[in-house]
């Protein structure tokens, strides 16, 4: 292999290294501006996109322990996933779909088990850290709240009928 491939080579398993997860796509009819539009979006989640060739792809990936078994057809995108990379896949399969299919996701790895398209997009359903955060938040808010509400009926209850007494007494 050449020095200059074997540099791409090793640059590609780093990236790869580095980040862990990543999306295979495939693209088609795809404009330069919405490329670099989809590229800014993708780098607001901590993610990267990288355009490969094939046998660069397979090989890196073999390098660092995924084994790509999905037939790999038209032109491939290396979406590698950042910080949160749930957010990052909802930036793929969004822009999907605005785009008419114009980019299909093919397969991913995501946390070092391999996936295919159907399971990536599974994934980019399920909610993002935020999301997720709120939820357990009301979950542990919510027993305190009831609790809360519950003393603060009785104290009111207490109150109010002190209150009744004394206008009782008063009227008498």
Known sequence: MR???QLLLDEVKD???QYGSFILMRYFKFSANAANQFRRNVAKTG?????????????????????LDVDLPGHIGLVL???DPLETT?????????????????GGRFEGKLYNAA?????SKLPGRDEMRAQLLSVLEAPMAQTLAVMDAVLASVVYCLDNK???QSSE
Do not use: H, Y
Not at 119 to 123: C, G, S, V
């Open 47 to 67: 993610g990267n996109v990288e355009v490969l060739r094939k046998r660069i792809l397979i090989k890196a990936a073999e390098a660092a322990g995924a084994k």
């Open 166 to 168: 004394c206008k009782q």
């Open 119 to 123: 399971e990536m997009e599974k994934l």
């Open 15 to 17: 990236l790869i290294d």
């Open 90 to 106: 909802k930036a793929v399969f969004k822009l999907s779909k605005e785009t008419d299919k114009a980019v299909e996701v093919i």
């Open 81 to 83: 996933l950042g910080k």
């Open 3 to 5: 020095r200059e491939k």
